[in-house]
């Protein structure tokens, strides 16, 4: 809805009328998200959202006269990129604490204070983490407020005017009714304790965890609401409420999801012990599992180091993960203290984590993770305002091809949003990814979580003679409580062989030996050739192609696809069981083909992104040496680039010196890339 957002309103709690207090502006934006407080010594309303082209801190009198002013106390501008969290009133009426993240500034959260004139707002904290949720003690003088320097968030108090922290530890929690505690263990296949994502449900409906553990909140069943878990190590205790408990737990797609109930009894500890069970085992398979675009911090409520972070992979039984340093809104930089340049020494021969890039454009070009770095690669993000890279410039091919320089491997990322068919109508899509990969800078192109958009994206990279692979990338941020999606929830699956490690899943991953998946499993040859190779036939001759899939999946799958140059050649409609799917066709191919196999089902329970998806690569088939040329898919690229440098000529962002020139000699060396493939048609 336009101009959608929160708005302030005042509940007579006698008989509970209600009263608008506030309109939606007619030409400025309203925040989603509003925090208010109360000052009755003045009788204002202080509150923190976005009214303005930039957030600010707001005061608002009480009463409701016929004309009323909302006056903004802060002076941020656009280019401080400001984010507010939340705020309390002084009860001396002489203003109001907040905390703030001047995202181009410090880039963290802290603690200011700003009179009710308003004027430059006074830092109260400086920390190299985050300050949450101020509260003023009754007499003024104290601030109790969260931190996330301890990893979780936990509750300090210091004076009003700053200085020392004192960590108000809670060592217990007092229930209103009776409670006891939950020991729950967790074995694995072999019976040793194991890591795993698990869901709890008390009998208050709420979810409880052990002390120091975060608790994120995500979906479970299709259409339902968020639940609560935590990332068990194996064996945990956690207090909870007396009466009927609920667990469920989960570890990655290669394990069956176990529920238990139990009760738990007042004053008693109740004890749970959960087998995992495996329905397959890739790793024995040669196959091992990774995601591109992982967060471990990103503008969230916790601070998740890589003890945390090597959590995950374990309780995912996700085997490599790309770990990303990037920013986010401004020029702040999340998880630089981690990038070393390899993999992190903490990894484990099975769990390996590499801290590498998100290079990421705010809106015209895109962004693209790079996987095997030895260095990063300035500026890091361009189209910031006010920062020091603010202009649509370098392009990202440069980027990308300065990490290829090292041995990177690039992925464009989320390359195309929700249903949309035009890559222009989000500000995340891969826009300049036809100029990428014409200039030979471009490894892979992440279809899932994305789905059919961003697999119609690759078919036609593919289609205009290109060798791209397909990648998976959650974009998740593991510092948030209401955690946007699971560590490997899609996946690549990598035929690394029996020796496992980065140097060898991404050499294998390079040679096309990949699917990717949130659940399904697939086998696939052409000819008996795996994923990844090229079938070559000698110029003006046909060659007769035996397809053979097989897809093995914990839930039914609705469907399994061939498809050829981006059509669906042959497909299997499956009895709605759990039995694996075979699909088989013979296809004379008398011009260069690429083949790939797909499957998807219905909804289901404990699917990351409840739709389950699988893919595989491409096998080629290559007569002559002719490349897989679609007239369409080329002509589209054509149009694809004169729309490109038609946004970046709109927006004429390209900075000093002769940096358009240099873009636009790299827009020309693709379009004479693109036009030398239509003559070969």
Same mark, same amino acid.
């Given at each position: 809805?336009?101009?959608?957002?929160?708005?302030?309103?005042?509940?007579?709690?006698?008989?509970?009328?209600?009263?608008?207090?506030?309109?939606?502006?007619?030409?400025?934006?309203?925040?989603?998200?509003?925090?208010?407080?109360?000052?009755?010594?003045?009788?204002?309303?202080?509150?923190?959202?976005?009214?303005?082209?930039?957030?600010?801190?707001?005061?608002?009198?009480?009463?409701?006269?016929?004309?009323?002013?909302?006056?903004?106390?802060?002076?941020?501008?656009?280019?401080?990129?400001?984010?507010?969290?939340?705020?309390?009133?002084?009860?001396?009426?002489?203003?109001?604490?907040?905390?703030?993240?001047?995202?181009?500034?410090?880039?963290?959260?802290?603690?200011?204070?700003?009179?009710?004139?308003?004027?430059?707002?006074?830092?109260?904290?400086?920390?190299?983490?985050?300050?949450?949720?101020?509260?003023?003690?009754?007499?003024?003088?104290?601030?109790?407020?969260?931190?996330?320097?301890?990893?979780?968030?936990?509750?300090?108090?210091?004076?009003?005017?700053?200085?020392?922290?004192?960590?108000?530890?809670?060592?217990?929690?007092?229930?209103?009714?009776?409670?006891?505690?939950?020991?729950?263990?967790?074995?694995?296949?072999?019976?040793?304790?194991?890591?795993?994502?698990?869901?709890?449900?008390?009998?208050?409906?709420?979810?409880?965890?052990?002390?120091?553990?975060?608790?994120?909140?995500?979906?479970?069943?299709?259409?339902?609401?968020?639940?609560?878990?935590?990332?068990?190590?194996?064996?945990?205790?956690? @207090?909870? #409420?007396?009466?009927?408990? !609920?667990?469920?737990?989960?570890?990655?797609? *290669? /394990? $069956?999801?176990? +529920?238990?109930?139990?009760?738990?009894?007042?004053?008693?500890?109740?004890?749970?012990?959960?087998?995992?069970?495996?329905?397959?085992?890739?790793?024995?398979?040669?196959?091992?599992?990774?995601?591109?675009?992982?967060?471990?911090?990103?503008?969230?409520?916790?601070?998740?180091?890589?003890?945390?972070?090597?959590?995950?992979?374990?309780?995912?039984?996700?085997?490599?993960?790309?770990?990303?340093?990037?920013?986010?809104?401004?020029?702040?930089?999340?998880?630089?203290?981690?990038?070393?340049?390899? @993999?992190? #020494?903490?990894?484990?021969? !099975?769990?390996?984590?590499?801290?590498?890039? *998100? /290079? $990421?454009?705010? +809106?015209?070009?895109?962004?693209?993770?790079?996987?095997?770095?030895?260095?990063?690669?300035?500026?890091?993000?361009?189209?910031?305002?006010?920062?020091?890279?603010?202009?649509?410039?370098?392009?990202?091919?440069?980027?990308?091809?300065?990490?290829?320089?090292?041995?990177?491997?690039?992925?464009?990322?989320?390359?195309?949003?929700?249903?949309?068919?035009?890559?222009?109508?989000?500000?995340?899509?891969?826009?300049?990814?036809?100029?990428?990969?014409?200039?030979?800078?471009?490894?892979?192109?992440?279809?899932? #979580?994305?789905?059919?958009?961003?697999?119609?994206?690759?078919?036609?990279?593919?289609?205009?003679?290109?060798?791209?692979?397909?990648?998976?990338?959650?974009?998740?941020?593991?510092?948030?409580?209401?955690?946007?999606?699971?560590?490997?929830?899609?996946?690549?699956?990598?035929?690394?062989?029996?020796?496992?490690?980065?140097?060898?899943?991404?050499?294998?991953?390079?040679?096309?030996?990949?699917?990717?998946?949130?659940?399904?499993?697939?086998?696939?040859?052409?000819?008996?050739?795996?994923?990844?190779?090229?079938?070559?036939?000698?110029?003006?001759?046909?060659?007769?192609?035996?397809?053979?899939?097989?897809?093995?999946?914990?839930?039914?799958?609705?469907?399994?696809?061939?498809?050829?140059?981006?059509?669906?050649?042959?497909?299997?409609?499956?009895?709605?069981?759990?039995?694996?799917?075979?699909?088989?066709?013979?296809?004379?191919?008398?011009?260069?083909?690429?083949?790939?196999?797909?499957?998807?089902?219905?909804?289901?329970?404990?699917?990351?992104?409840?739709?389950?998806?699988?893919?595989?690569?491409?096998?080629?088939?290559?007569?002559?040496?002719?490349?897989?040329?679609?007239?369409?898919?080329?002509?589209?690229?054509?149009?694809?680039?004169?729309?490109?440098?038609?946004?970046?000529?709109?927006?004429?962002?390209?900075?000093?010196?002769?940096?358009?020139?240099?873009?636009?000699?790299?827009?020309?060396?693709?379009?004479?890339?693109?036009?030398?493939?239509?003559?070969?048609?």
């Amino acid at each position: 809805m336009p101009n959608a957002g929160s708005l302030l309103h005042e509940i007579r709690v006698a008989g509970g009328q209600v009263t608008q207090l506030q309109y939606r502006p007619q030409r400025n934006p309203v925040a989603t998200w509003t925090d208010a407080a109360w000052s009755p010594r003045n009788g204002e309303i202080f509150f923190a959202t976005q009214r303005e082209s930039a957030p600010q801190v707001w005061s608002l009198r009480e009463g409701r006269p016929p004309v009323s002013i909302q006056l903004p106390l802060t002076r941020y501008r656009r280019e401080d990129i400001v984010q507010l969290h939340s705020l309390s009133a002084l009860p001396d009426g002489s203003g109001v604490i907040y905390s703030g993240d001047v995202v181009n500034g410090k880039g963290d959260y802290e603690l200011y204070r700003v009179g009710r004139q308003g004027g430059t707002p006074a830092p109260i904290t400086n920390t190299e983490r985050d300050e949450f949720a101020p509260a003023v003690s009754p007499d003024g003088r104290r601030i109790a407020h969260v931190s996330n320097q301890l990893g979780n968030l936990d509750l300090f108090v210091m004076p009003v005017s700053g200085g020392a922290k004192t960590h108000v530890q809670l060592k217990a929690l007092k229930f209103r009714g009776p409670s006891g505690r939950v020991r729950v263990r967790i074995l694995d296949e072999s019976g040793k304790p194991s890591p795993a994502r698990l869901y709890v449900r008390a009998s208050d409906g709420k979810g409880y965890a052990p002390a120091g553990s975060p608790i994120f909140y995500y979906g479970l069943d299709p259409g339902a609401a968020r639940e609560a878990f935590f990332v068990a190590s194996g064996d945990d205790e956690f @207090p909870a #409420p007396a009466g009927r408990l !609920r667990l469920t737990a989960l570890k990655g797609v *290669e /394990y $069956r999801m176990q +529920d238990r109930s139990l009760d738990v009894a007042p004053g008693e500890t109740a004890e749970v012990t959960i087998q995992m069970e495996r329905w397959t085992n890739w790793n024995q398979r040669g196959w091992y599992t990774g995601e591109n675009h992982f967060h471990a911090n990103y503008n969230g409520s916790y601070y998740q180091r890589p003890p945390q972070s090597l959590g995950w992979l374990e309780a995912e039984d996700l085997n490599a993960a790309n770990m990303i340093v990037a920013n986010s809104e401004g020029a702040f930089i999340h998880d630089k203290e981690f990038f070393r340049g390899a @993999p992190d #020494p903490i990894s484990l021969p !099975r769990y390996i984590l590499y801290w590498n890039q *998100e /290079y $990421r454009n705010s +809106d015209p070009l895109g962004h693209m993770a790079f996987l095997n770095l030895k260095k990063q690669v300035p500026p890091s993000f361009t189209s910031v305002i006010g920062s020091n890279s603010p202009y649509d410039f370098p392009l990202n091919t440069m980027a990308a091809m300065e990490a290829r320089r090292q041995g990177g491997f690039v992925s464009y990322v989320h390359p195309i949003a929700g249903t949309l068919n035009d890559v222009f109508d989000t500000s995340l899509g891969a826009k300049e990814a036809p100029l990428t990969a014409a200039l030979g800078a471009m490894d892979a192109i992440d279809i899932l #979580p994305f789905g059919e958009q961003a697999y119609e994206m690759w078919y036609a990279l593919l289609n205009a003679g290109f060798r791209i692979l397909p990648g998976a990338g959650t974009d998740v941020f593991t510092n948030w409580r209401g955690i946007n999606n699971i560590p490997g929830g899609s996946r690549e699956y990598v035929e690394a062989g029996p020796a496992f490690s980065w140097d060898r899943w991404l050499a294998r991953y390079r040679e096309g030996r990949v699917f990717v998946t949130n659940g399904p499993l697939i086998s696939f040859q052409v000819n008996g050739q795996p994923m990844g190779a090229e079938i070559r036939v000698p110029e003006g001759q046909t060659v007769q192609s035996r397809l053979s899939a097989e897809v093995t999946a914990q839930m039914p799958l609705d469907t399994v696809e061939f498809v050829e140059n981006g059509k669906v050649i042959a497909s299997a409609q499956t009895d709605g069981s759990t039995r694996p799917v075979r699909l088989e066709k013979e296809v004379v191919v008398d011009r260069s083909s690429w083949f790939a196999v797909r499957a998807a089902g219905k909804p289901a329970r404990g699917v990351v992104g409840f739709v389950p998806r699988a893919h595989s690569g491409a096998i080629w088939v290559r007569v002559g040496d002719r490349p897989v040329l679609v007239r369409d898919d080329v002509e589209m690229m054509l149009r694809w680039l004169e729309r490109f440098w038609n946004n970046l000529e709109e927006r004429n962002n390209f900075g000093p010196g002769d940096n358009r020139a240099r873009a636009r000699r790299m827009l020309d060396q693709a379009l004479a890339h693109y036009r030398a493939k239509l003559a070969e048609l």
